[in-house]
Nanobody, 122 residues
Framework: QLQLVESGGGLVQPGGSLRLACASA????????MGWFRQAPGKEREGVSS????????YYADSVKGRFTISRDNTKKTVYLQMNSLKPEDTAVYYC???????????????WGQGTQVTVSS
């Protein structure tokens, strides 16, 4: 059974940091790209970052470039999203997903986690 489980969300003050983790099971991981997406209340889900599990190529949305870093540990079958300099507008439910092509088009991703809440507020 293919499964993705996110963790690491929480409440943080503006300017703070969080690291999200996405643990996978049931995948031959290096055949996939992994992405992080987020959805704020009343907004469409948007792509944040993605990484190729074969060569480590990465992709970032303009809104998070320079602040977020995606990485992977193939031995642990886990992908991370380090989020620094967090802003209130980063508040959302963050989802990880597995797909067959690198990028931020959610329709290219076939498997999704349940999401983890990130709240940036003072």
């Amino acid at each position: 059974q293919l499964q993705l489980v996110e963790s690491g969300g929480g409440l943080v003050q503006p300017g703070g940091s969080l690291r999200l983790a996405c643990a996978s099971a049931g995948f031959t991981l290096d055949r996939y790209a992994m992405g992080w997406f987020r959805q704020a209340p009343g907004k469409e889900r948007e792509g944040v970052s993605s990484i190729s599990l074969s060569d480590g190529s990465t992709y970032y949305a303009d809104s998070v470039k320079g602040r977020f870093t995606i990485s992977r540990d193939n031995t642990k079958k886990t992908v991370y999203l380090q989020m620094n300099s967090l802003k209130p507008e980063d508040t959302a439910v963050y989802y990880c997903a597995a797909g067959s092509s690198l990028g931020l088009d959610q329709y290219e991703y076939d498997y999704w986690g349940q999401g983890t809440q990130v709240t940036v507020s003072s």
